[in-house]
């Protein structure tokens, strides 16, 4: 199994260009999530889904647009990228159970991205 | 409502001697309690958790790590440190029968020495 994967592993865009990350998943979760990680800040949540087709807002979700179109892909999209975007973005997933909040996250290994 | 916090941003520890990662949380409730571990340039990946019994959980490379509730503390121990255990280390919560959003602390630099 891969895992979680993510692509691309970096890029850098001009502000106002837009851009779109993929992450995939081949362990069959129901539960997966976007990740933004700065210096001294830990990890903040931009963006989740419980499901196939269903998304929610996270802490930082501003400037962020996600789809989940397939149970296996997870996207995050910059519309108009800005230089506080500069981050490194994790994805994650995770399986869901009936006591929901025990499992653990399987984190893939992220994209640096730098907006000039 | 949950929150954590890992009052160190940075753990100094010679190789061979123990080492101890602090946490410490807040939840409403009943916690699930996580600790993950970041290498350079990684994604964070899986140590250990706890979930309901035994106080004290076993995780991956040596790692362990004490539920303590009187107080609320879940820190993160190795008998004897090793130079490659040098990495960015994060405690997560989820409360039990609550929100199964983690919230993460900030993160402990664990540094082993020579």
């Known amino acids: 199994n891969a895992g979680v994967t993510q692509t691309p592993k970096f890029r850098v865009l001009k502000t106002g260009q837009s851009m779109t990350l993929l992450c995939a998943q081949d362990?069959?979760?129901?539960?997966m999530y976007w990740y933004r990680q700065d210096p001294g800040m830990g990890l903040r949540l931009i963006h989740y889904s419980v499901g196939e087709g269903t998304t929610a807002k996270g802490e930082v979700p501003d400037g962020y647009n996600v789809s989940r179109l397939k149970k296996q892909n997870f996207l995050l999209g910059l519309e108009s990228a800005a230089p506080s975007q500069t981050s490194v973005y994790f994805c994650?997933?995770?399986?869901?159970?009936?006591?929901?909040?025990?499992?653990?996250?399987?984190f893939g290994p992220g994209t640096r991205l730098t907006v000039l | 409502a949950q929150s954590v916090a890992q009052p160190e941003d940075q753990v100094n520890v010679a190789e061979g001697n123990p080492l101890t990662v602090k946490c410490t949380y807040s939840?409403?409730?009943?916690?699930?309690l996580f600790w993950y571990v970041q290498y350079p340039n990684r994604g964070l990946q899986f140590l250990l958790k706890?979930?309901?019994?035994?106080?004290l959980v076993k995780g991956s490379y040596g790692f362990e790590a004490e539920f303590n509730k009187s107080q609320t503390s879940f820190h993160l121990k190795k008998p004897s440190a090793l130079v490659s255990d040098s990495a960015l280390y994060f405690c997560?919560?989820?409360?039990?029968?609550?929100?199964?959003?983690?919230?993460f602390g900030r993160g402990t630099s664990l540094i082993v020495h020579p």
């Open positions: 362990m069959n979760h129901e539960y």
């Open positions: 994650a997933s995770s399986y869901s159970t009936v006591l929901a909040g025990d499992n653990e996250q399987f």
């Open positions: 997560a919560v989820t409360i039990r029968g609550g929100s199964y959003i983690p919230t």
């Open positions: 706890y979930i309901t019994g035994d106080n």
């Open positions: 939840v409403s409730g009943n916690p699930y």
